[in-house]
């Protein structure tokens, strides 16, 4: 098979690695890819996907981001018969749009904050009286992780109505600990990846703003099997069967007292959950992949490394707020026993490789324990280094803290 990879992050690095390893693949396509990418693939630096797919004969593409997916690649690509895993315009929806996705849940009865929408600042007004403090505020549209606000009380309800974009949702907080569940779905069969936590602040503590993700770790031991099959029958199954969702079905979750309820629907796989998650990927991912694009997916298709994996994610000084770029980065070649997935990166005409994004790298590792794998994770860290370089030094703590309380499930 030759394979199409679209994007250029750390998700996309990860997924390009897995693929490398696939004994059904011949060759690796990525647009526009990335430096580290590039080492395993052939980089192509244009958004014609489309044109791509068809001068190199690609067999298979997969999306990596949300936007060539909520614009409509899938729809274009298989109304000329080419495959590629991924949802449909419509289904896309689901993370294209905060009211549309909630609406969705509402009518088929998922498990979700209770909410509320508002088409204007004065509506918006008239709705939070009806919610308690702290209560969330959502912009409908793709935000890039900014469109979300917690206020604590009045005052910063009206200062986030003041900043973010009409329409929005406004709703209940949800307590609890957030699992990050994805499933590969061909339409009718959905196959889950082993769950995974995110930590989307950029401190440690989870203290500071929100980021696209500092870390995260990929552990089986984060749901139980009742849980998996609750979240499979409550929320991803009435999902699949109410659309025929394909492709990677991304449910980022509370898991509150009273269950898991959905907190968004992502249509694509999370960055940086897709590193330790494919790190711990036993069988040929592109069989799996091509299977969901064919209707013919099987849960045999995804079996998995019981040793769980980390991510510690490397990012410029000031981000998610401007960050500097262009500065070198050492060390990547000396690293051992983890693997180094790039995001924000490029090569000078020396051959130097150079910070250009907010996350730069993301080491991963796996190790018989979660605490083996982020040791490992931590010491790869200590060998790389660019000027303003910052990382979270807690990535995996709530599973640890499972670990010594001996419990099992979020
Ligand atoms: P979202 O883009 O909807 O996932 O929101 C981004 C982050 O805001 C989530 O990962 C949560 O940490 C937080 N969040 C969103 N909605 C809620 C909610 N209803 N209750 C508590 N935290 C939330
Ligand atoms: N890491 C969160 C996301 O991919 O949306």
């Known amino acids: 098979m030759k394979v199409l990879v679209i994007g250029s992050g750390g998700r996309e690095h990860a997924l390009v690695w897995k693929l490398s390893h696939s004994p059904s693949v011949t060759e690796i396509y990525a647009a526009p890819g990335n430096p580290g990418i590039a080492e395993l693939a052939t980089c192509i630096n244009s958004t014609d996907y489309f044109a791509i797919a068809r001068e190199h004969n690609i067999d298979l593409t997969v999306v990596g ?23 449909t315009a419509e289904c896309a929806q689901l993370e294209g749009s905060k009211l549309y996705s909630k609406r969705f849940m509402q009518k088929l009865g998922i498990p979700t904050a209770a909410f509320a929408t508002a088409s204007s600042h004065e509506e918006a007004v008239t709705v939070l009286d009806t919610f308690e403090y702290p209560l969330v505020l959502k912009t409908d549209g793709l935000a890039a992780g900014k469109g979300v606000v917690i206020a604590q009380d009045r005052k910063e309800a009206d200062a986030a109505l003041a900043q973010l974009p009409m329409p929005m949702v406004i709703e209940e907080f949800l307590q609890g600990e957030e699992v990050s569940f994805i499933v590969l779905s061909d339409g009718k069969t ?39 099959t609750l979240i499979m029958n409550t929320i991803i199954d009435p999902v699949i069967h109410a659309t025929g969702f394909t492709g990677f079905l991304y449910a980022g979750l509370m898991m509150t007292p009273q ?18 998650i494919l790190t711990r990927l036993n069988s040929d991912f592109a069989l799996a992949l091509k299977a969901a694009a064919t209707a013919s997916l099987h849960p045999s298709q ?90 979270r030094k807690d990535i995996g703590y709530r599973g640890l803290r499972r670990y010594n309380m001996g419990e099992m499930g979020a």
């Not at 769950?195 to 929100?210: I, L």
């Not at 870390?215 to 009742?226: K, V």
């Not at 269950?259 to 330790?276: A, C, I, S, Y």
């Open 65 to 87: 981001p949300e936007a060539p997916l909520v614009a409509g690649i899938v729809d274009r690509f298989r109304a000329d018969g080419l495959l590629i895993v991924g949802p």
């Open 190 to 228: 959905a196959v889950p990846f082993e769950p995974s936590q995110d930590h989307k602040r950029v401190f440690d503590g989870d203290q500071g703003p929100n980021t696209g993700g500092m870390g995260a770790y990929s552990d089986s031991n984060l749901l139980t099997p009742e849980q998996r």
């Open 259 to 276: 269950g898991p309820k959905v907190l968004e629907f992502n249509v694509r796989m999370g960055d940086p959950e897709t590193q330790p």
């Open 302 to 391: 995804l079996t998995w490394d019981p040793a769980p994996a980390a991510c510690v994610v490397l990012a410029s000084d000031g981000y998610p707020g401007d960050y500097p770029t262009g500065l070198p980065i050492q060390g990547i070649e000396t690293v051992e026993n983890a693997t180094v997935f790039q995001a924000g990166t490029k090569l000078d005409s020396a051959g130097t490789l150079l910070t250009a994004g907010g996350r730069v790298l993301g080491v991963t590792a796996s190790g018989a324990t979660l605490a083996a794998a982020l040791d490992t994770a931590y010491q790869a860290v200590k060998k790389i280094n660019f000027q303003g370089m910052h990382y």
